[in-house]
């Protein structure tokens, strides 16, 4: 009976992992190919403890490479200063999430992993625009960076920002809505300036001799776009590594739309528990 009810269990897998030419492969084929790259980005859903699980799980598996840094989408770089203080034993959690715009999520999800960067002494980093200036740009477009302080722009790359907006990434951004037609028009170019700026601080952050973790949505990384397209501008010498997160109903199949988006992807049963 036992083995009856292991054999059915086993048909029930959590995920899949599929490689960018469709094959099936498992964990370790991820983490062989993450420790020779400069640069892995872990894109994830947000509300998904399968990616959380494997976040932690590759975060300490690679961190055998005494060289790691963590990047973090959800930190903004304006609070990259209360997180080093943190870091350093200066803050209590609880003066952290008084003084820093932590995700609601933050405590169950990304507080593991800033905290096992701690006890092993890995750098962590902040790289995502700070909230209102994607907010300036979705209501102004890009012309709203063009009043801000010198040291506002210190938390921004380098201006005017480059984009594209023929990159299907932006272009599709709309199909994302129920209602595109009350989303503003602008949506692409603030979506592009969390990409611009999280490419800049991943860039600056890492060297020959480092490789960062990066986690940050599904979106800004998928289809070897997004954060990828301006890690290409600011960096083009770092390799790079894209891991995607996509629902299916089953995981024995890959479905079209999610086929080769992404140097691996995980496919997560679309009946898994959110963790929010």
Request: net charge negative; with cysteine; hydrophobic share 40%.
């Amino acid at each position: 009976m036992f083995f009856q009810q292991l054999g059915i269990a086993q048909h029930k897998p959590a995920y899949q992992i599929v490689a960018v030419d469709s094959s099936f492969v498992n964990y370790n084929q991820v983490l062989e190919e993450a420790k020779n790259v400069d640069v892995v980005l872990f894109g994830e859903m947000h509300d998904n403890p399968i990616c959380h699980w494997l976040e932690m799980e590759l975060l300490r598996d690679l961190d055998s490479l005494d060289n790691l840094v963590l990047g973090l989408e959800m930190i903004e770089r304006d609070d990259h200063g209360h997180l080093q203080r943190y870091l350093n034993g200066e803050l209590s959690h609880e003066q952290l999430d008084s003084v820093a715009r932590l995700w609601n999520n933050y405590e169950t999800d990304y507080k593991p992993l800033v905290d096992y960067a701690i006890e092993e002494s890995i750098p962590v980093v902040g790289t995502n625009v700070p909230r209102r200036y994607a907010a300036a740009i979705y209501t102004d477009g890009f012309e709203a960076l063009e009043t801000l302080t010198e040291d506002e722009k210190a938390w921004l790359p380098k201006l005017p920002i480059e984009y594209d907006e023929h990159l299907p990434g932006y272009k599709n951004i709309f199909s994302l809505f129920d209602d595109p037609s009350h989303v503003n028009e602008n949506l692409p170019k603030a979506q592009a300036i969390k990409d611009a700026t999280m490419a800049h601080f991943i860039s600056t952050a890492v060297d020959s001799s480092e490789l960062m973790l990066h986690i940050n949505g599904s979106y800004h990384s998928e289809n070897f776009e997004g954060i990828v397209w301006y890690l290409n501008k600011y960096a083009p010498e770092l390799k790079i590594l894209t891991i995607a997160s996509r629902e299916q109903s089953q995981l024995d199949v890959v479905e079209e739309k999610n086929l080769g988006i992404a140097d691996f992807t995980i496919l997560v049963d679309e009946n898994m528990s959110k963790s929010y």
